[in-house]
Nanobody
Framework: QVQLVESGGGSVQAGGSLRLSCVAS????????MGWFRQAPGKEQEFVAG????????YYADSVKGRFTISRDNAKNTAYLQMNSLESEDTAVYFC?????????????????WGQGTQVTVSS
């Protein structure tokens, strides 16, 4: 497993932007699938975005496609989630997740490491 620490959450008005960061430590970062999940109050956790460990292919939930961008900087052991055109429905706790040499699809991936979560609140 790898240790994950998120940052960058906060409160923003609808239409605004935030960038989440996830710093990993403990294992070679480049070998990990990285991704973001979120959980809104009273709802189940859902996959938001993922990036593969080979080739950097990206995958997104339909609800965020075109608005969110996931990226990674292997030299900094950091994954990012750039969130633009935020909507009130994006309000949730966002969790960084990882799996060593895993596979990711538009449905998500089976993470074995999780961050503590960071709150994102979008007001309309």
């Amino acid at each position: 497993q790898v240790q994950l620490v998120e940052s960058g959450g906060g409160s923003v008005q609808a239409g605004g932007s935030l960038r989440l960061s996830c710093v990993a430590s403990g294992r070679p970062f480049s070998s990990y699938v990285m991704g973001w999940f979120r959980q809104a109050p009273g709802k189940e956790q859902e996959f938001v975005a993922g990036i593969s460990w080979i080739g950097g292919s990206t995958y997104y939930a339909d609800s965020v496609k075109g608005r969110f961008t996931i990226s990674r900087d292997n030299a900094k052991n950091t994954a990012y989630l750039q969130m633009n055109s935020l909507e009130s429905e994006d309000t949730a706790v966002y969790f960084c997740a990882a799996r060593i040499r895993g596979s990711v699809t538009v449905s998500g991936f089976d993470a074995d490491s999780w961050g503590q979560g960071t709150q994102v609140t979008v007001s309309s």
